[in-house]
Structure formats: C-alpha cells, structure tokens
C-alpha cells in the first residue's frame, strides 16, 4: 500500500506518492484548485484508481511559532472533506512549515528556469511532507 501526500494551497495543489513499500516518494502532479476542491477530489478519485493508497497525508500550514495559521484552518475543512469522502482510508495532516522554501531552495539549486517553478513547486512541496511524514512513522 501507498501513501499519498498533498500540499493544499490557495491556487494549486501538489501530489506525491510512496513507492508499494513506502520507501521512496515521487511528485505526481500540480492541479489547478480554480477556486473548487471539487476538481481535487476527482483528481484523488483517479489516482486511487490507479493506486493501492492505504493513508493520505496533507501538509499542514501552521505558523513558525506552532499556532494555527487561517491558511491552516482552511486546509483543516479539506481534510475534513477528505475524511468523509474516504472515510475507509486514514487521513492524517503533518507540519509543513518551510516545505515550500525548501522547495524554491532545491529548485534554486537545480538551477530550474523560473518559469517552470510556479508549476513543480507545489509538487515538490508535497514530496517534501510525504518525506517527512515517512521519516516521522519511522521514528515511531
């Protein structure tokens, strides 16, 4: 069974996902909100079609001295749209406070043009809190 990641943003939304052990993590898209968790939840609906996906993990946006951000309290109403609509999957949120700084640092690095960074940071972001969620189980 997987594990899928996603980085819940105002304008788009990254997805990751575990390899069948969970050992590594893979971005697998940026989706475009438009204003509408609808068109996320048909992009998850497609995925666990195609994927064994046991948990799913988002990528919460707390503020650097631990509280909870508005930002977080809107991805707290995705996650609870999440756990009614896959209700037989856990769901379950980690700290994601500089994913995406570390992300634009990564890409700095790769040396990416920057006009492709609007569209895999948020990929990158979700890779990053997947990794951090695995690490976090395996320290348990």
Do not use: W
Request: hydrophobic residues 35%.
């Amino acid at each position: 069974m997987r594990i899928l990641g996603i980085d819940y943003g105002q304008a788009r939304v990254g997805i990751a996902i575990t390899d069948s052990l969970n050992i590594t993590v893979q971005g697998l898209r940026t989706i475009q909100r438009n204003n509408s968790d609808k068109i996320i939840l048909k992009e998850i609906d497609k995925i666990l079609e195609q994927y064994e996906i046991d948990t799913i993990v988002v990528g919460m946006p707390l503020n650097m001295n631990g509280t909870i951000s508005e930002r977080a309290k809107i991805t707290q109403e995705f996650v609870h749209k999440l756990k009614c609509k896959y209700n037989k999957l856990k769901i379950d949120t980690i700290d994601e406070r500089l994913t995406t700084v570390t992300a634009h640092r990564t890409m700095n690095f790769l040396d990416i043009n920057k006009h492709k960074k609007k569209n895999i940071v948020d990929t990158i972001s979700a890779e990053y809190i997947l990794e951090t969620y695995l690490n976090k189980v395996k320290n348990i």
